[in-house]
Every structure is written in structure tokens, then in C-alpha cells.
């Protein structure tokens, strides 16, 4: 296999806060090939102040100077898949999973979050992160030295262009065509699967996270610059097995997933049962009516996060139960 494509984070292969079919690819790959995305996060406002000692990478500083703002989050990309077209799943193995930083940030501001009307003012706190420990320290916790949390890092945004009527979409909402999924299930050694709508997928990915929990509450996990080893490759859809994909879904070591996405909790909880129900029904000879009993058996829903206008809700299926 060739060496993998090495996409630096910088004015050029970045975008502010957008998906768009109209952004040009930054880098193009055949399917099975990795490509090395390089990640930055945060706006001026939430960068620790010089007297904390920390580094703020000169190219996110770049970015902050040049690059105009569109939306939420920074985001490296896209990638081209050579021979991908609409209809096809684009298939992310997420191989590696390197921290890019020695600190990271967790905020909440007024109007957003699950409890805006409890918090109406702005607070961040910067976090300092051991790499050789994978973990971060807290400035609160059982004792006065704070609390060490262990890491489990991911890519809250990994997404592909959005059809060209769609216009340009800001990174904040998770759609059909993933972006802001904010899923911890994604860390390092999991598979993410997205529809794709436009030739070359026109993969990109962003808004790095070094540990979060289920809701993501306040707004944010820890947000932190990561570089991600991302293996992508093309599954063609149409199958009885793999029929064309609509919503994001993806596979851990031990779970597969499906997910569900709408400004009302209720209905993303309905098409993440729905996905899940279409998606045993496609590997084994159970009915819909079957499916839906195993389903509240046997079957986890997750909150996934409260605070990105579109929420989420996510299905979890133990390997081995039926298949």
C-alpha cells in the first residue's frame, strides 16, 4: 500500500465552520487508502490567556487571522475518494488517533447548552492534558488538587459534502450527511459509515474531543486539536444486505450502531429505532415486528448530545446477539 496522504492543518486545507459540494478537494485518494488529517480547535475567544503557559498552535492563529468564519467548527478538508459517486456508502475506519495538544477547553456561554436558563453567563476553563498519561486534570474534584480524567478521544465532526441544493451548512447540526455527530463511540479502531451525495464523497473531519460524556450538556467535551489516521474506503449500496444508505451508521469492536438526528428528541429516537429495525431486518430473516420486540429486549438507545440544535440519539447492538 502506498504511504498515507498527510493533510496539514492550515489556511489551505481548512474550512471555518461549512460543508459545501463547492469546496474543492484538498487532497484526492484511491479507496483503501488512509489519509492523515491534521485538526485544530477553538475561536480567539476561548484561547487560554498567555499567563496559563499554554501553546496555541501558530496555525490555528493563522486560521483565526485569514479565514472567514461560516460557522462553528474548523475543520480539515475535503478529501476526494476517487471512484466514489452518490448512492455509494463511504466507509471511515479510524485507525489512529493522536493528540495534538497539551490542553484543551470546556465552556458554556449564555443561550446555549441543555440549561441556558440556569446558566445565563459565560464561563471556560482551560485544561491541561498529560499525552504520556492520556489523561486531563480538572480544577475540581474530591480533593484540591483537582481530578485526573482519563481520555477517550474522538472526532466530534466527520462528515462528507452535503448535496449541491443544500447550499453550504454550517458544521453545528448533525445531518444525513454526518458532520457534528458528536459520538463518543467514534474513538480510535471504529468504523463510521455516511451516505454520499456528490463525486469524491468530499470527506472532511474536525472538532477534536478528548473526552465527553453522553449529552455533551453544557456545549462542549473537551475540546482539543487531534491528528486522526483515517482509512477510507467504498461500499456499494443496493443490496438486499446493503441497501443505499440514508443516516449515518458505524461499528465498534463490540456494538454496530445507528443514529438518529431532529430538533425533537422523540423523533430522533424514533429513526434511530427505525434504523435499527431496517438494519437486523437486512442481515437476518427476522420481521419488522420481530425486530422491534428484540429491539426493546435487547437493544441500548443513548442520548448522544443535547446541544447542537438537531440532537441526537444513538442504537447500540451487541455482536454476537443475532448476527
Not at 459540494?21 to 484526492?28: D, K
Not at 479502531?189 to 463525486?199: D, K, M, S, W
Request: hydrophobic share 40%.
Amino acid at each position: 500500500m502506498p504511504e498515507p496522504t498527510r493533510v496539514a492543518a492550515s489556511v489551505a486545507n481548512c474550512r471555518w465552520g461549512a460543508f459545501d459540494a463547492s469546496f474543492p478537494p484538498v487532497a484526492s485518494i484511491d479507496p483503501g487508502e488512509v489519509v492523515i488529517l491534521e485538526c485544530l480547535s477553538g475561536g480567539p475567544e476561548v484561547m487560554p490567556p498567555q499567563e496559563k503557559m499554554m501553546e496555541v498552535p501558530a496555525a490555528l492563529r493563522e486560521i483565526h487571522a485569514k479565514l472567514p468564519r461560516l460557522g462553528a467548527h474548523v475543520i480539515t478538508g475535503p478529501v476526494e475518494v476517487r471512484g466514489a459517486q452518490p448512492g455509494d456508502a463511504l466507509r471511515i475506519d479510524i485507525e489512529k488517533i493522536e493528540l495534538g495538544a497539551d490542553w484543551g477547553f470546556c465552556g458554556f456561554r449564555p443561550l446555549f447548552g441543555t440549561l441556558p436558563e440556569d446558566f445565563p453567563y459565560r464561563r471556560t476553563l482551560h485544561i491541561p492534558v498529560d499525552r504520556a498519561k492520556r489523561t486531563c486534570r480538572l480544577p475540581f474534584g474530591p480533593s484540591e488538587n483537582g481530578l485526573d480524567l482519563p481520555l477517550a478521544p474522538f472526532f466530534g465532526v466527520m462528515g462528507v459534502a452535503p448535496p449541491r441544493d443544500w447550499g453550504m451548512l454550517n458544521t453545528k447540526e448533525p445531518r444525513a450527511i454526518g458532520g457534528n455527530l458528536d459520538n463518543k463511540e467514534l474513538t480510535e479502531g471504529t468504523t463510521l459509515y455516511l451516505p454520499v451525495f456528490n463525486e469524491g464523497a468530499l470527506f472532511s473531519a474536525g472538532d477534536g474531543h478528548g473526552v465527553q460524556g453522553d449529552g455533551e450538556v453544557c456545549i462542549n467535551a473537551l475540546e482539543i486539536c487531534l491528528t486522526g489516521h483515517f482509512r477510507l474506503s467504498l461500499v456499494k449500496g443496493g443490496g438486499a444486505r446493503d441497501p443505499v444508505l440514508k443516516w449515518p451508521r458505524a461499528e465498534t469492536k463490540t456494538h454496530y450502531i445507528t443514529m438518529g438526528m431532529n430538533e425533537d428528541l422523540d423523533v430522533a429516537m424514533k429513526q434511530a429505532l427505525r434504523e435499527m429495525i431496517a438494519f437486523i431486518c437486512s442481515r437476518t430473516n427476522l420481521s419488522d415486528a420481530d425486530a422491534y420486540q428484540f429491539c426493546s429486549l435487547a437493544v441500548d438507545f443513548h442520548v448522544t448530545q443535547t446541544v447542537n440544535g438537531e440532537k441526537g440519539v444513538h442504537g447500540l447492538l451487541k455482536k454476537g446477539l443475532l448476527f
